[in-house]
């Protein structure tokens, strides 16, 4: 990553990306398309369909056979990545053929140029886009009334304060109504150094320079990493999970021991446990940072606690 003169950053790190395939003619399983959502600060979103919803006539409105909707949002720390990277397009591409959903990823802004909030603002504004765009795919799928927020790592820290930001004014986005937050290998810090920190420093998938790296580009100007965008434990716990428990969402958050998050997690699901919050938690043995992500098997197991969860 190299710093420049204006506050942006180079990032020479460019990861395989992935066109949409809007094509219903071809014989993919899961069609894609992107759609912007505002063109002056680049947010996009990328919508995944099940090849076979799509060929079938749409259902009437409010129909048992619409599909779930799972709003995505990929990782990167908050500095790097998109919804195009294959690994991400991959991803929701299994997922919605193997949950059976509509899946919608979001392309939000990346820090340091746009540092935090501008994530969370981007994750409301694409809540508001599902709700009013009449987008096909969503419109005539997708039961939007059984929604859910889903990111992986910066993604499901994204996840979870963009459904903060909206749990107090849930009334604005009907018809889409959000029933929980699926939090996979979330993404948190601290001042303090945790056990699994300390022991997995040196880890070759998520090492500790990276993190520490990943908040100084993306934290506010000015605040340290107990900042509650980093540290939901340390501030506004309850003020959170109040809002959590009055909506009666529920969360699904899932890690592994091979991955130096895991004692944040750990300390996170306890924190929502402690407050009253409906929360399911998987926590496996081994394992890296959102593994799930490049181990097709191990996929298949998060998606079917997901599909459960869902249920």
């Known amino acids: 990553m190299i710093n420049n003169p ?18 219903h003619t071809t014989r993919i399983p899961v069609l894609s398309k992107d ?47 998109s919804a195009a990277d294959t690994v991400f397009h991959d991803h929701c591409a299994h ?5 059976g959903a509509v899946v919608v990823s979001v392309e939000y802004r990346l820090a340091p140029e746009h540092r935090l909030p501008a994530a ?12 009013s765009s009449g987008e096909v795919w969503v419109s005539e799928h997708a039961d939007v009334s059984r929604c859910f927020l889903m990111g992986s790592s910066a993604g499901a820290n994204l996840a979870y304060f963009t459904g903060i930001r909206v749990a107090d004014s849930v009334g604005d986005l009907e018809p889409l109504k959000i029933g929980g ?4 290998h979330p993404f948190f810090g601290g001042i303090q150094r945790t056990g699994s920190e300390v ?36 501030k506004k716990a309850s003020e959170h999970c109040s809002k959590i428990g009055r909506v009666g969402w529920k969360l699904l958050v899932t890690g592994c021991e091979g991955d130096l998050l895991h004692d944040r997690q750990v300390e996170f699901v306890d924190m929502l446990k402690a407050n009253g919050v409906e929360v399911e938690a998987e926590f496996v043995r081994g394992d890296y940072h959102v593994i799930e992500l490049f181990d097709s098997s191990k996929a298949k197991a998060l998606f079917g606690l997901v599909k459960n969860f869902m249920a």
């Not at 997922?95 to 949950?99: L, N, V």
């Not at 969370?120 to 709700?131: F, R, S």
């Not at 937050?181 to 996979?184: N, P, S």
């Open 199 to 234: 022991r997995l420093e040196k880890n070759g998938v998520l090492p500790l320079c990276a993190t520490d790296l990943a908040w100084q580009l993306s934290l506010p100007e000015g605040v340290d990493r107990d900042h509650e965008y980093s540290n939901p434990m340390a």
């Open 120 to 131: 969370y603002e981007d994750g409301v504004e694409a809540l508001h886009w599902i709700k």
């Open 181 to 184: 937050l699926i939090l996979h």
């Open 35 to 81: 759609v912007t959502i505002n063109p002056d600060k680049n947010i996009w979103v990328r919508v995944f369909l099940p090849r076979e919803e799509r060929d079938t006539s749409p259902p009437a409105a409010g129909a048992a056979r619409k599909l779930p909707l799972i709003v995505y949002f990929h990782g990167g720390g908050f500095v790097i990545c």
């Open 95 to 99: 997922m919605a053929a193997e949950i």
């Open 6 to 23: 204006d506050g942006s950053v180079t990032r020479p790190i460019i990861l395989p990306t992935t066109a949409a395939s809007p094509d």
